[in-house]
């Protein structure tokens, strides 16, 4: 059996294993979710919510762009406090200062001496974490002292989210507009929402066997963990790191290590380079454009556009933590207010991004198989027509849906879900789907010649371009399997499936494949070996990929089951990252193995960056984050947006800007490349990641953690904490590196654009360089 067809079952064998445990992970999610009640109750019976609240509630709390506003269960935005922490917080202080001036005499709980205040919150605990849920009548009972703290604190969110003076320095606080929820029964129901969640932290689920790993001791009472594994960190109510997410942070480094060992002493034992004889001249010199080829130019600039536009929604987004309801001295709050310009710019992160690798497989497809389709050009052109009505309608519908001008009924098929990174409504996300088969239709019968063709060294990396082409298109279906009132921890579920799996799982392979195969077909790199190299890769990365999409899942309503799983997958995620460096140094030896290659030595040096920041934003920065114990802290803080931009722009972003400049030696390579605004772009954003990462998130992110450890999670992301005048510093120095970030944005708009307004042929013939750079 030769070594690729073993690769192949070997990859297939790992799929198989992997989205199957994967699938059972969720069924164990699904049982163990908290429960939604049919009604809330005193224990004298009166009703405080019922099912129907806590739903509308939702509802309520989706249109106003749910996790763009703040978070739940930390998930979301980052200026807003979490919702969860923040009501349990002050449900806890509120039921405290009742006992206090009931018990104590005293003013406030803060007012008692230590050993009151020690006495009054263990009696707190009991009573929070006690479980009152009956599954019979699906009914939770809450004690008269709780329900009075519940008023109140519900009788504050009210406040906020309507237009009362007495909360306006909050909302301003939090980049709220004033009348977020301007219906009042709207505002009650949201209310119930919000309590349920809080709920969920600081209640413990019923034990099931397999719950206790240590034996029990006589006269002590085991532990047991809320709904969401005692997240948050609230010292009030107990809520501290359980002993599995010790366990399992331990374990997911051993298995770091274990793995970057084993992966150390494959690659000593297997490497070795075999000779290629190089090309005189530029094998792609003299590739045929066809039609279809020529259309995806379009694609490149709408890319562009979008990744502009994405900038300058960040910058207002970053600006709102600092003046809150304004930007600059403009009111922008009443036109675009921080939910929806964060909606747009995280979601214009992914699009700009899958917009240039769709225009590459486009543009890749029939360059690889010399086959133009008929109608190749029309589906192409239909194609890109589509993809801009989703982004205009669907972000119509979310401005609309923010705005409160749609109306509840409307709002999850067609303005605002509320789910960050999945937050365009159900029908565009139906028609984005149908965008995306027709995009694999489009891929997959231009390499078809190829791919039903007889024998060839480069069909198996073809064949791996296909498939992680079908999965791109498929994988797609997993925004479509929730519905308008699906149990959020079902949904967190399926929509990880979409960011991790979609995003960090097959357009990852979908690159490497790329790569492999334009590397190949510039004659640089043996097919054989090439082939090789991308099944190994995928298998690696894939081992970890797959189950490493629980890690997002440790706090949602999840069993100990899954907490184990994805700490020890999530950790092999990084294995091969601690290799980069080899792929890096392998990448510029290709970049400088022939003359004729100083054509392509920008997307080399982009390539070269995808490897630094794969390193830096997904390795490091990705691990610091990623272990249980450390996520339970981290998660929600300014740590996470380190991960989140250095690795999304870092990689994927680097990576799609390096296979449009491959797509554009293609389409403009007979024209004189003047680069000098691509070395400006190239550096400016490096240095400008840099600088937002080590002057602003890294050390923001890092005081917040400190508070979070000594305060508990709500002190951290609580307005008290951040208006202090050093983190208004902090964010201020955002400026220079978004400054320097959006001048290469220009330079690289500029150098595109000089190539279609203002070309100048290129007279020296096409196995020579373009000389120096002008």
């Not at 009501?87 to 803060?110: I, K, M, P, Q, S």
């Not at 380190?642 to 972003?653: D, S």
């Amino acid at each position: 059996m030769s070594n690729t067809r073993k690769l192949w079952l070997g990859l297939a064998a790992l799929l198989i294993v992997s989205f199957g445990v994967l699938l059972w992970a969720g069924t164990e999610i699904f049982r163990a979710a908290p429960p939604v009640p049919e009604r809330v109750v005193s224990e004298s019976g009166q009703t405080i919510y019922t099912k129907a609240d806590i739903e509308r509630g939702r509802q309520v709390w989706q249109s106003t762009g749910g996790m763009q506003l703040g978070s739940i269960w930390g998930h979301g935005a980052y200026v807003a406090p979490d919702w969860s922490a923040d009501w349990l917080h002050r449900e806890a202080v509120g039921v405290l200062d009742l006992w206090a001036r009931a018990d104590g005499g005293a003013a406030n709980y803060a007012a008692l001496p230590a050993e009151q205040k020690a006495a009054l919150q263990g009696r707190l605990q009991e009573m929070m974490r006690k479980n009152t849920y009956d599954p019979e009548t699906g009914t939770i009972t809450l004690t008269e002292d709780r329900i009075a703290a519940l008023s109140n604190v519900a009788a504050h969110y009210e406040s906020l989210f309507g237009n009362d003076p007495s909360t306006q320095k909050l909302r301003e606080a939090y980049a709220m507009k004033n009348d977020t929820v301007p219906d009042a029964d709207h505002r009650r129901a949201l209310t119930a929402f919000f309590w349920w969640t809080a709920w969920a932290a600081t209640t413990e689920r019923p034990r099931e066997p397999g719950d206790a790993m240590v034996p029990t001791q006589a006269g002590v009472v085991d532990q047991q963990v809320t709904y969401t594994n005692n997240w948050p960190s609230e010292p009030l109510v107990g809520n501290r790191p359980a002993a599995p997410l010790w366990l399992w942070s331990a374990f997911s480094v051993l298995f770091l290590i274990a793995g970057i060992g084993l992966l150390g002493w494959h690659h000593a034992r297997t490497h070795e380079e075999m000779p290629v004889k190089l090309p005189a001249s530029d094998p792609l010199a003299a590739l045929r454009v066809t039609p279809s080829m020529r259309a995806t130019a379009k694609y490149f600039w709408v890319v562009l556009a979008l990744f502009l536009v994405q900038i300058l929604l960040g910058a207002m987004t970053a600006h709102y933590q600092v003046e809150g309801q304004v930007a600059y001295g403009f009111n922008l709050s009443n036109i675009l207010p921080y939910s929806i310009t964060r909606t747009w710019h995280t979601q214009l992160a992914v699009l700009w991004i899958a917009v240039a690798w769709l225009g590459t497989g486009l543009y890749i497809a029939p360059a690889l198989s010399g086959h133009e389709p008929k109608f190749q050009r029309l589906g192409v052109n239909f194609l890109w027509v589509c993809l801009l009505a989703i982004v205009v309608g669907s972000f119509a519908g979310q401005w609309m849906a923010v705005m409160q001008k749609l109306g509840l009924d409307l709002n999850f098929w067609f303005g605002h879900q509320g789910w960050e990174y999945a937050d365009m409504g159900r029908f565009w996300q139906w028609f984005l789907f149908v965008g995306l088969l027709l995009w694999l239709t489009l891929v997959g019968r231009a390499l078809w010649p190829v791919l039903r063709g007889p024998q060839s060294d480069t069909k198996a990396i073809v064949g791996l371009l296909f498939l992680s082409t079908v999965c791109i298109g498929l994988f797609f279906a997993a925004a479509l399997m929730w519905g308008e009132h699906t149990h959020i921890s079902e949904v967190e579920y399926w929509r990880w499936w979409l960011v991790h799996l979609w995003v960090e799982g097959f357009f990852e392979v979908f690159a490497a494949a790329v790569m492999s195969l334009i590397f190949v077909k510039l004659g640089l790199v043996n097919a054989k070996s090439a082939t090789t190299a991308v099944l190994f890769a995928t298998i690696i990365f894939m081992s970890g990929g797959v189950l490493g999409t629980l890690h997002h899942l440790y706090f949602v309503g999840t069993p100990t089951a899954v907490v184990a799983l994805g700490a020890s997958f999530s950790a092999l995620e990084v294995v091969p990252l601690a290799y980069i460096g080899f792929e890096a140094y392998h990448t510029y030896k290709l970049g400088k193995a022939t003359p004729w290659m100083a054509r392509y030595r920008w997307p080399i040096l982009f390539f070269i960056a995808v490897s630094f920041w794969n390193l830096v934003g997904a390795g490091l920065f990705g691990f610091l984050i990623n272990p249980p114990l450390s996520l339970y802290y981290m998660q929600g803080l300014n740590l996470t947006p380190l991960h989140g931009h250095t690795a999304l722009f870092g990689v994927y972003g680097m990576l799609g800007i390096a296979l449009v400049l491959f797509c554009m030696r293609g389409l403009r390579g007979q024209m004189v490349w003047d680069v000098r605004p691509l070395k400006v772009a190239f550096w400016c954003f490096n240095i400008g990641l840099a600088m937002m990462a080590v002057f602003t998130l890294l050390p923001l992110g890092t005081m917040q953690l400190l508070a979070a450890i000594e305060h508990g999670y709500a002190y951290a992301r609580s307005a008290e904490f951040m208006q202090k005048p050093i983190v208004d510093m902090l964010v201020w120095m955002r400026v220079p590196g978004d400054t320097v970030f959006s001048v290469g944005a220009v330079a690289l708009c500029w150098f595109v654009l000089r190539l279609w307004v203002a070309p100048k042929r290129e007279l020296a013939t096409a196995g020579q360089t373009e000389g120096v750079d002008r």
